[in-house]
């Protein structure tokens, strides 16, 4: 019942968040008073101001005069686009809608066309069958293609590079550019966030502020790789910050449920008596909420309990924080790096405008206080056509 | 009685897929514009080679009877020796070769492990695939191998010769040394001999047990090459590189009608199979199929090119 | 393989070897407890080695399935896709409102005709089981994502629904009963009906099976809609245990499965299989894992370890037979 209550009140936020989008795009040309955060969807633009910052004098949206300037040199436009995460997956999917949101504005602002195609490999980790895709938008002269791989970042500078010469754009997301060298970096720009400060970091933050800085933690990790050490590393940052808090077992649950679950299970019945679980991503955190369940221990209620945390910022996230089967997550901010993502190409191939080399987006610890904001910026993403595929 | 049949069918045993492959090219030259550049064609043979060459040790493995699962792992780990060693400064040449000893060695302990201890080859390579991706994981715990991209040693996998991409100048070398191998030594007939009947094979005096190592090494060495060619292309070695690759090598040396049952290969059906898998993924990303169908349409290839194979070498049979 | 001409006495022989098989599984599997009970604690509790006799069932019922499909000569690479869609079909229909009965009788139906198309492919088109299950294993997963546009399923669990994975009879977790049942259920198919002989036989020798006046076509259809079955009753065990089907779900099972059956002593060249060292191969490749976890080696390790133990056991069971011998 509470339940169901909810999920209306997040429907009606997400039907007055896309209308308040709607007109504040419509009526922007005749109301150039608007204030550019709430012209562009508000959360967002964090990020790209700062980022995206005009080499010559200051813009907004909105400004009619801009607007026509923009409209002027790019209306009738087709731009190519490419999408290319490491899987197909729910994750993928509200930030592949965040980029659908930008485009529709984009569209409607200015009247440029996009097409955008969307590949993904089978295997998580089959990086040269992204590297194959790649190449292959490269031939077929695609405009800028989206890539985010666990693929190894030397090993994809190469195709970022042969793309590049042939005249196709990289442009990076969900990638942490924390870990390498900025001026490496062979892609036009990473829109993406800090995996170590904006994430690992956070739920490390997180237990010692819950926990009183006391207490035995259990680590689930993802597979190997750019991700997880990087998380890892924003976690043990913080944790180390404790000498109260100690981390008492390890193990991969390979980013799912089933694996994370298993993973669970047997580190409780050697450690009964943790008290916070950290699941590098939701699936697998989810897999551990059962595993404490399914041997009776009790979950977080506030006050005691094992307290349970993951990320990503998945709608099944939200809804079982709200139901008390996730005590949190966090949002690494998936709409706004699809739709950061999307403007830093417009704004750069485009127009012309220059852009930083590594972009990242806000992201939020989310639990039972704040989980509304984050989860009707998702809805409002989610409820965006898919109509460039 | 089976025997004989193979044998005389044998010439016109890749007719049947052959036709399936360049109905496929045919079609995707039609239905695509950017099918028939060059840089697609040359990017098509590259992306085929890596599964092709594993394919060929597979074919051998198979026609004994056997099965390889642990070339993946082996393709990951022996790229990642040659990478380590040119990293720290060794020689490209000793890089190499230290890579391709090592897939051998692999290959050399499933060999003895399978003869020896009597264990059935799945298992042995199932586990061997599971050991190696360990050590594999233990030597990428600081991340990936990389630091190794000194030009002469990417240039095997960037380089062109009379535009060929080089690893598809170096398969088409190894292809011939190994079609020779596979047909005109004694080699080659006792390992179709073993996988056809190895108890007639044993009695007739063949030394099984050699043979079968040497096919394993064989296996784990092509996997190498593979595998350094690999890290060349993509400058470095992670945990998970060559995941994947048995099924495929697997599918390619089966669609290109060597028997899962032993006793029947094809060197020329391993490429056309490869080529196969390499067309079909490559038309799906110049054709934009959606993303969600994809796997359904390579399964249905698969099925309609292996039926289409079947349906013909029965027809030629016959005749 | 299957030119191998088993004779009758080299099936008798066949069959004492495999008891040894199964003497040397148990003397490792207690081995094994004995070395750990010293070195965790918690690891020779009731509550962890339920555990993971849990944990275990899902492969162990893919297994059973797969024993017959490798008495055959055969092999089944589709068992985890078999598996995603039967959970799936069983955990769209409750998110529908569909009452229990029919979600999971169409689950299983799922499966076996999966399974069924599998072995129409194998007898009617001539396709290579390996090729054949492939195939269906590739478009099975592609089904899996456009079914729920990579999004999983979830919210359909119901009371009884969460029974089948959760719920428990006499202390004993509900899949465990599931398994143990299915166990004496096909251990009676295997070893006291035709159709289990004719799988023996078939396996054995094709050609005299054929000629001894067995419909092969018909029983091979049968036996991998069998492993269909299991694969569905698994599936539907498992959307309920983790009350999501991800598109993914199952990946990478198959092997498992296979090594499961291998490890208990069934012959992969076909014409032998043993369903209770299925079981046991099963709940090796979990105890190793529980061990590994219990014992907190590190990841990277646990990989190489867990392929070693694997050829430890095998190995050991072969020299073991050898020394007798001598």
């Known amino acids: ?389 | 009685m089976k025997k004989q049949a193979v044998a005389h069918t044998k010439k016109f045993d890749e007719l049947g897929i052959l036709i399936v492959m360049i109905a496929l090219f045919v079609f995707l030259a039609i239905a695509s514009p950017f099918f028939l550049k060059v840089e697609n064609i040359q990017n098509l043979l590259l992306q085929s080679v890596f599964v092709m060459l594993v394919g060929f040790g597979m074919m051998f493995v198979l026609t004994i009877g056997g099965i390889d699962l642990s070339v993946g792992s082996i393709l990951g780990y022996s790229g990642a020796v040659t990478g380590i060693i040119i990293a720290a400064g060794g020689n490209v040449f000793l890089g190499i070769l230290a890579g391709l000893g090592t897939g051998a060695a692999f290959g050399i302990i499933n060999g003895l492990l399978i003869t020896q201890l009597r264990i059935a080859p799945f298992l042995v390579t199932f586990a061997m695939s599971s050991v190696v991706r360990g050590i594999l994981l233990l030597s990428t715990t600081n991340g990936a191998v990389s630091g190794f991209a000194v030009p002469e040693f990417t240039y095997l996998a960037q380089g062109y010769i009379i535009g060929l991409p080089i690893p598809v100048f170096i398969t088409i070398i190894v292809f011939v040394i190994l079609l020779f191998l596979f047909k005109f030594t004694s080699f080659g007939r006792n390992v179709t001999a073993i996988g056809s009947n190895r108890e007639v094979a044993f009695l007739s005096g063949v030394s099984c047990n050699k043979i079968t190592v040497g096919v394993y090494m064989l296996s784990g060495l092509l996997a190498a090459l593979s595998g350094i060619l690999l890290a060349a292309r993509l400058t470095a070695v992670q945990s998970e590189m060559g995941g994947g690759y048995e099924m495929d090598a697997i599918a390619a040396a089966v669609i290109g009608g060597t028997s899962m049952a032993g006793g029947k290969g094809s060197i020329i059906g391993a490429i056309i199979g490869a080529v196969i898998l390499g067309m079909i993924s490559n038309g799906l990303d110049l054709l934009s199929v959606n993303q969600f169908y994809r796997q359904i349409i390579v399964g249905a290839i698969i099925i309609i090119a292996v039926a289409l194979e079947r349906f013909t070498s029965l027809k030629t049979e016959r005749v | 393989m299957k030119n191998n001409e088993m004779t009758a006495p080299l099936a008798v022989k066949a069959k004492k070897k495999i008891d040894r098989q199964l003497l040397g599984l148990l003397i490792f599997v207690i081995i094994m407890m004995v070395v750990m009970s010293f070195l965790s604690p918690s690891f020779l509790s009731v509550s962890n080695l339920t555990n993971v006799f849990r944990q275990s069932v899902f492969i162990m019922l893919l297994g059973f399935g797969m024993t017959f499909v490798l008495t055959t000569g055969g092999i089944d690479l589709s068992v985890g896709v078999m598996l995603a869609l039967s959970g799936g079909m069983s955990g769209w229909l409750l998110s529908m409102n569909v009452n229990i009965v029919p979600a999971v009788i169409a689950g299983i139906l799922v499966g076996m005709l999966v399974g069924a198309g599998n072995g129409l492919m194998i007898t009617k088109l001539h396709i290579t089981p390996f090729i054949a299950t492939l195939a269906t294993m590739s478009i099975g997963r592609g089904v899996m994502y456009v079914w729920t546009n990579s999004i999983p399923f979830r919210n359909y669990m119901v009371g009884g629904f969460r029974f089948i994975g959760q719920g428990d009879i006499f202390g004993l977790q509900f899949p465990i009963v599931i398994a143990i049942v299915a166990f004496v259920i096909l251990q009676f198919v295997y070893r006291c009906t035709a159709f289990g002989r004719h799988v023996t036989a078939y396996g054995s020798n094709e050609e005299s099976a054929r000629v001894s006046g067995i419909n092969t076509d018909k029983l091979l259809i049968k036996v991998y809609a069998l492993s269909g079955l299991m694969a569905a009753i698994a599936g539907i065990t498992l959307a309920s245990r983790l009350e999501t089907v991800h598109p993914e779900m199952g990946k990478g099972y198959e092997l498992d499965a296979i090594a499961a059956a291998i490890i208990g002593g069934t012959s992969l060249s076909g014409g032998k299989g043993t369903l209770i060292g299925t079981v046991l191969g099963a709940f090796i490749i979990y105890l190793i894992s529980n061990a590994l976890n219990l014992l907190n080696v590190d990841p990277d390790w646990e990989t190489i370890v867990k392929g070693i133990i694997i050829l430890i056991v095998v190995a050991v069971e072969f020299l073991s037979h050898r020394n007798k011998k001598d």
């Open chain 1, 1 to 389: 019942m509470k339940k169901r209550h909810f999920k209306v009140a997040g429907l009606v936020l997400a039907v007055l968040m896309v209308m308040t989008v709607a007109l504040a795009g419509c009526g922007n040309v005749d109301n150039p008073a608007e204030t550019p955060a709430a012209s562009d969807g508000g959360v967002g633009d964090t990020g790209t101001t700062a980022a995206v910052s005009a080499a010559d004098g200051t813009w907004q949206w909105g400004d009619p005069a801009w607007e026509a300037a923009v409209r002027a040199k790019v209306e009738g436009k087709t731009f190519k686009i490419g999408f290319t995460p490491p899987a197909a997956s729910e994750f993928y999917d509200i930030i592949m809608h965040g980029a659908y949101t930008m485009m529709d504005e984009l569209h409607d602002r200015f009247g440029v066309n996009f097409e955008f195609e969307f590949v993904a490999p089978s295997e998580h980790d089959a990086v040269e069958s992204q590297v194959s895709t790649i190449e292959n938008w490269a031939t077929k002269e695609f405009d800028a293609v989206l890539v985010c791989t666990a693929g190894d970042f030397d090993s994809m500078n190469a195709v970022y590079e042969k793309a590049t010469a042939a005249g196709t754009a990289v442009y990076l997301f969900n990638m942490p550019a924390e870990l390498w060298d900025v001026d490496t970096i062979k892609a036009t720009s990473v829109i993406s966030y800090d995996n170590a400060r904006q994430s690992g970091y956070l739920v490390g933050q997180y237990a010692a502020e819950k926990l009183n800085g006391e207490g035995k933690i259990l680590f689930i990790s993802g597979n190997d790789g750019h991700w997880t050490t990087s998380r890892r590393e924003g976690f043990m940052e913080a944790v180390s910050e404790y000498p109260g808090l100690t981390i008492v077992g390890e193990q991969r649950g390979e980013y799912v449920r089933d694996s994370g679950m298993a993973a669970a299970e047997n580190l409780l019945q050697a450690n009964p008596d943790v008290s916070f679980i950290y699941g590098e991503n939701e699936e697998m955190a989810q897999g551990a909420v059962q595993a404490v369940q399914a041997m009776g221990l009790k979950m977080w209620d506030g006050n005691e309990g094992i307290i349970v945390v993951g990320a990503d910022g998945l709608k099944s996230g939200f809804e079982q924080i709200r139901s008390g089967g996730l005590t949190a997550t966090v949002d690494v901010g998936s709409v706004d790096q699809g739709r950061e993502a999307i403007k830093a190409i417009f704004m750069h191939e485009l127009l012309g405008y220059s852009i930083d080399k590594v972009i990242n987006v806000p992201t939020i610890l989310v639990d039972k206080e704040n989980v509304d904001i984050p989860e009707a910026y998702v809805d409002w993403a989610l409820a965006a056509e898919e109509s460039y595929n």
